[in-house]
């Protein structure tokens, strides 16, 4: 552990509280929001406008992770998350709360998440060498996952049942102990620039290497299409596991448990990824991501049994934490340091810029079909985009690294 270095422990740490309230409002937010509707449309929409930066405003982001100082960056964007949450438990605990106040709090926690997350996974190489970056990642998905969605849904549901103050608050004093533990991290995390450029034009220039990057491509657009039919299944998934009308019938803290049993998985995926890379290769791991992937959006759609659902989200879990760190690793390592907050930008603007429009497109189909429909419909989305795997095979993977490597030895200094 000692040779990720102590500032790597001090992210991973600030990291870990981060997630913890993320996976708080994650679970909390919908679940305050149905105390003011039941309505499909609305409660879908929540989830849109948490999400809908990262189709807005990730390209800007990406270009500024790649001219700010990275830590600093990730500081502001904790600070203005945590101040969100204070306003919102204070409007609530006065009784100004609605559910378009909820909706205004979550697009600015998105507008911060996108920032922060953008300069988070581009600081990671300038904290630990490159043959190190699949156990760094690993061992931060297994923090973050752990803290996002095995502790903070079970947390977020008994904080909701005891009130909606408490479970607004919480997550913001923890965005703002993620800062006091980040203030740690020394160093400059600012990449240096060798002439002035626009924003625009440096966007422009993180664009062209993700277009004709072949491989990144096609990888984004795939985990796009698991976005897409992930989020269309998870911002519906309350009104079909809580209360007495629906299917499954559970209560909140019962719902907080069901979604931590996908953190469970992920804890498992984000220690075994690396042994499966060695005994399959990355090509298969990723090809049982894709299938289990698909198990976890569309069991819901077969059953309302809590303990088959349950065993479906967690292995599930595994299958997105083993994705994440595969793919994740190997954009970090063929992208030069300079462009890898925006080149990290435009592979989010694919792959988390689908979360809001399939937030929108669940909302619309639960209205039309019913929410099993929904779930059946975006399982076989996920199981379409194992049609990438024609492109995204082990000696492509191995040629990317290599061509990498090659060009960060022929820049000068």
């Known amino acids: 552990m000692s040779n990720l270095g102590a500032a790597y422990w001090r992210l991973w740490t600030s990291s870990g509280l981060s997630n913890l309230a993320d996976g708080l409002v994650k679970v909390g937010l919908p679940l305050v929001a149905v105390q003011f509707t039941r309505s499909p449309t609305l409660i879908a929409g929540l989830a849109f406008a948490a999400t809908v930066p990262w189709l807005l405003f990730a390209l800007p982001a990406g270009a500024l992770a790649d001219r700010l100082d990275r830590r600093r960056a990730m500081l502001g964007a904790n600070l203005a998350r945590g101040l969100l949450l204070t306003a919102l438990a204070l409007a609530v605990l006065l009784d100004l709360g609605s559910i ?118 096609t990888l984004a657009a795939m985990t796009g299409m698991i976005n897409f039919a992930s989020t269309a299944m998870t911002s519906l998934l309350v009104l079909y596991v809580v209360g007495p009308e629906s299917p499954m019938g559970l209560s909140e803290r019962a719902y907080g448990v069901l979604l931590a049993t996908v953190a469970a998985g992920s804890l498992l995926g984000s220690f075994g990824t690396a042994w499966f890379e060695r005994r399959l290769g990355r090509a298969r791991c990723l ?123 022929a820049v000068p200094g």
């Open 287 to 409: 090809v049982l991501s894709i299938v289990v992937s698909a198990l976890l959006v569309g069991i819901p759609a077969a059953t309302a049994d809590p303990y088959l659902i349950g065993a479906g989200f967690f292995l599930g879990g595994a299958g997105i934490i083993g994705w994440n760190v595969i793919v994740v690793s190997l954009r970090q390592r063929i992208t030069p340091e300079r462009l890898l907050g925006r080149v990290n930008s435009g592979c989010r603007l694919l792959a988390w810029g689908a979360m809001p429009l399939g937030a929108a497109a669940g909302g619309l189909l639960a209205e039309l079909l019913g929410l099993r429909a929904v779930f059946a419909v975006m399982a076989a989305v996920v199981l379409a985009a194992l049609a990438g795997m024609r492109i995204v095979t082990d000696a492509a993977m191995h040629a990317a690294e290599r061509d990498g490597r090659e060009a960060a030895v």
């Open 100 to 217: 378009w106040a909820l909706y205004l709090v979550a697009l600015g926690l998105g507008l911060a998440e996108t920032l922060h997350d953008t300069a988070a996974q581009s600081i990671m190489p300038q904290l630990v060498p490159g043959e190190q970056l699949s156990r760094a990642n690993g061992r931060l998905y297994a923090v973050e996952l752990t803290a996002n969605e095995f502790a903070g849904p079970p947390l977020a549901g008994f904080l909701v049942a005891t009130g909606a103050v408490l479970a607004l608050a919480a997550p913001g004093v923890l965005w703002v102990l993620a800062v006091g533990v980040l203030l740690l991290v020394r160093g400059r995390f600012r990449i240096e620039r060798e002439r002035g450029t626009t924003l625009r034009a440096d966007i422009a220039e993180g664009l062209r290497f993700l277009w004709r990057h072949r491989l990144l491509r």
